[in-house]
């Protein structure tokens, strides 16, 4: 685990890694390029630099950021900052040296640039919004700097009050002063968080503000999932406790739970030697593998109880395995499968966890079959030999107890050379189990319960359904980030009083076009025209369109041309010489520098309202939208477009996950469960399941993301352990009715499910307090897989099962056909098998005993019967 790499990139983590996005990014940074950056080009860039933004406003109640007092402050404040110097690599640097420069100087910033000379006068200043004049006709928008605003009551955009402004320091793009930059972005964050003002209430937000604040995951969930992991080991021991000290085994389940340590442990190791990535959420894996771990454990523990404790432990361990072995390899291949598909996802959190996970379920099902095994057969000669639990001496059976201190602190076993030995009760199940068959079972299994668990159910998936219909995708920023951390505050009033204007939208046109034919002007006219009548874009007001500025500039000047030559000159040696059009040229890509052909040019749109995750995934769809209806080769872009992604392709992706992680289980049923019919109801509980997660999550406020993702294809491996638990079991289960098999499937599975679903709740449950979403949602979720997951298996599939289940399973067929024509009276049943095995097995060592010896050698040897011991025991529960 020295070689672990831990990745914290959020653009890398949580955005498709094929996004449309990403793809449209390439394509426009392999047309326009431009080697120089001034303040035109800000809302051009094709990748998010490096910047420092500071949300000002006043303390006082309806305080007005314009007034000349709070303005006055911000100056002082925008001074102070400017004078941050920091130290990299024992080189000093100030802001100077540092922001992103234009012509030699610092960008300014808008707000300041537009009402530091009239700071004094500015109680009584006219100013208009989002577009203001100054004295001198210089022309300022303030929608991205200025929010909060209210209105004068006879005008609409003369202003009276600002609630806030933005100061927004972008920093050098240069590579070599890189490391600095950081610093200094560091700096600034220390600076304003520690900042003391009586005026201004300041909220604060670099470039890796959210890189920062994910890298701290680990170091604050760590201690809350050993909390969790110590509630699960202490509940894994206290719940083997018996009132027998030979047949409890609390170090045994402590052996169990070591070996979900060395199975994390290993899976960590071997995937962190091999180079594999590794990100914040795997965190909380190693509680889950533990719970795993804990379940198979509990599966075993009910087996072993179940087989006759006077058999030799070789014996016992063969019948615990034949019962339980395949449960649990059923539910590790589903688990690993599960996860296996999700190692494909095109989300790199997704995929990372997903690996992890895969490795960390076969590694534990390893483990399992040969550590865990082998400490319950050493457990097993401890108990054989009738020897305390903990102290491992050798004590007394409760009827031989010396007094009564004895009895309840050392007592436990059975006397192995008692003379009535063989009248004593053959198998030990907990009173979990025997209340399970004799209570449990038949209480659901009665018509009127029947009826209610239909009903319910109906209603559960009436519910589920409902939740899918109204589910919310994406991953909102601030849910990566701890709920009192900075960067909700600087999101909260983002959204709320920044996101009127904003952020601007580029429209690319990536073909060749002869631009001056009207048909292609009024084509990419109309085209400009539809964007802006998107109910998500501003109008035309805020647009802009070279080519629109281009024709004006031809009809207001009386020019005109006669052909593409003529036109392609008059825009290069004319509009873009002046001024006030230059920057057009950043939109226009020439063939080559003396070409008259353009091979690509764009137009900057300004979005509108885009005050929620809503809007975004709107702002996207409906854009692209209008792209794809275009007849040339179009698309919108935006730096943000690329965390956008996620609303389009989180469903998507989630659904093929749930479809190829389905069939897969449906694959393994068939080839484990021996019942065609089973099969499918297995694979209708996990879809039942999914439906109730999905959907309930929402009334939950959880969203579909990236992270509820992960717990959804986790869901699939832990919906099979209730489902084909259960289904498994009745199969194979012996009894005259499919209640029988039904009771005889609670009795050895029930409280192994109960055991795992509480073990597992308890390792998460932690993670309900945590101060991030992620952890947070991971545990609703979770919860919701064990609840619903409980529902179904002990309550939903036992009823369907005993309604549209298979009438019989091989063996009980087996044991009909062995038995035909007795009496089922347990000693006749017994007596005749027994009487035929010795027929079968009489040795020559035999040839002369009697059939009297025979018949009580065959009893007191267990191995004389040993091939028709399932049949034998299969009787015996018919019976």
Known sequence: MSNLTTVSSVEYLYTPVDGQAKVDREILESLFTSDDVDAASVTRLTRTILYSFALISAKVENGNALSTEIFSEILKLHEEITNITIKSNGIEYGWEDLCLAVNGECLPLLVIKAFEDDVDNLDNLTITYPLHVDGSGNEYFLGTDVGGVTYQSDSDTQLERAFLVKLTYYLSIDSSVRGATNVWSAAFLDYLQNYQSDLLDIRVYTTRSLDTELAKVIDQIVPVLTIGASLLISYAVLSS?????????????????????????????????????????????????????????????????????????????????????????????????????????????????????????????????????????????????????????????????????????????????????????????????RFFRAWFGPVVLHNISKIVILLSYVAYLAGGIWGILNLKEGLAPTSLAADDSYVNDFYEYEYQYLREYGPSVMVAITEPLDYSDTTVQANIETLTSDYESLDVIHSSEFTESWLRYYLLYLQTASITYSNNEEFITILRQQFLQVAAYAHYSQDIVFEDENSTEIIASRFILLSKDISSTERERELLEQTRDVSEASPYATFPYNTLFVFFDQYSAILPATLQNLIIALAAMFIVSILLIPSLTCCFWVVAAIASIEVGVIGYMTFWGVRLDSISMIVIILCIGFSVDFSAHITYSYTVAPGNTKADRINNALFLLGMPMLQGAVSTILGVLVLAFSDYYIFRTLFKTLFLVIVLGLYHGLFVMPVLLTMFGPRSSKLRKFTRKSVRGMSFNSERAIRALRKRDDSIRRSNAHENDSPRDRIHDSRSNPDRVKDVHDVLTATEHCV
């Open 241 to 433: 406790n018996k009132r027998d000290w030979v047949q409890n085994k609390p170090l045994l389940c402590l052996t169990g739970v070591l070996s979900a340590v060395f199975a994390i442990a290993s899976s960590f190791g071997l995937l962190s030697y091999c180079g594999s990535e590794f990100t914040e959420v795997v965190a909380c894996l190693p509680v889950l593998i533990l719970s795993i771990g804990v379940d198979d454990m509990f599966i075993m523990l009910a087996a072993w109880r179940n087989t006759n404790i006077h058999s030799s432990v070789e014996d016992r361990m063969s019948r615990a395995f034949s019962e339980a072995a395949l449960s649990i390899t059923i539910t590790s291949i589903t688990d690993g499968l599960a996860f296996a598909v999700g190692v494909f996802s095109i989300f790199p959190s997704v995929r990372i966890f997903c690996t992890y996970a895969a490795v960390a379920v076969a590694a534990d099902f390893l483990y399992q079959i040969t550590f865990f095994a082998a400490a319950m057969v050493l457990f097993g000669y401890r108990e054989a030999a009738n020897r305390h639990c903990l102290t491992f001496q050798k004590v007394k059976p409760d009827d031989e107890a010396p007094n009564s201190c004895y009895r309840v602190m050392c007592a436990g076993g059975l006397a192995h050379d008692s003379p009535d030995n063989s009248s004593r009760v053959k198998f030990a199940p907990s009173s979990l189990m």
